[in-house]
């Protein structure tokens, strides 16, 4: 297994040096993964999310959009695009990631080019840190996934429940229930 400490420190090296439309980095498996600036319409997708859970959440909680989250023990490090977060983490005076087990809700926002990312490896990373909810919103296919119940199967840590809904749906991730008629899918190109 290669030494997590080490692969953080040659990845906050890189992200040093890297040019200004990376905005940040992403750890699983010894693989360093460099963030570009996403697209207007997967950042517009993200803060509709993150106003609805706003108007919902207790007030112990926040939605926030960008933060990472992070787990040493598992040599994982993820940026989603939103987070539900004990809002008490914020009074914390630190430059650390947020730790999984203060994070109920994780959301990804599926980029153009890179989907396998959020339907697979991250699935896989989010189910094993013990985060509760994952919502994976896709504007390419205009759908969203809900996955929940995380725990342990024959393959290690795995979400054990999924729903799929289409943009237009009320869609319940634990708690909470989202509108999805102000999604939009990415414009097609020609």
Not at 61 to 84: F, N, Q, Y
Not at 145 to 169: K, S
Request: net charge negative; charged share 25%.
């Amino acid at each position: 297994m290669v030494d997590y400490a080490r692969t953080r420190a040659v990845a906050e090296e890189l992200a040093k040096h890297a040019p200004d439309d990376v905005r940040g980095f992403e750890i699983t498996d010894g693989t360093i993964v460099m963030l570009m600036s996403p697209p207007r319409p997967h950042e517009y997708a993200a803060l509709r999310i993150r106003q609805q859970l706003d108007q919902q959440l207790p007030p112990e909680l926040v939605a926030h959009t960008g933060g990472d989250i992070e787990d040493p023990s598992l040599g994982k490090l993820r940026r989603p695009d939103v987070i539900v977060v004990a809002n008490a983490a914020f009074d914390e005076d630190t430059m650390d990631p947020f730790d999984p087990r203060d994070v109920p809700l994780v959301v990804e926002v599926v980029s153009p080019s890179n989907h396998t990312n959020d339907y697979v490896e991250k699935v896989e990373d989010y189910a094993a840190m013990g985060i509760e909810h994952y919502l994976v919103v896709d504007p390419r296919k205009s759908t969203l996934t809900v996955f929940g119940d995380p725990g342990p199967t024959a393959e290690g840590p795995r979400y054990r429940a999924q729903h799929d809904y289409a943009f237009g749906a009320p869609v319940t991730v634990g708690p909470w229930t989202l509108a999805t008629t102000g999604l939009r899918p990415y414009p097609t190109t020609n």
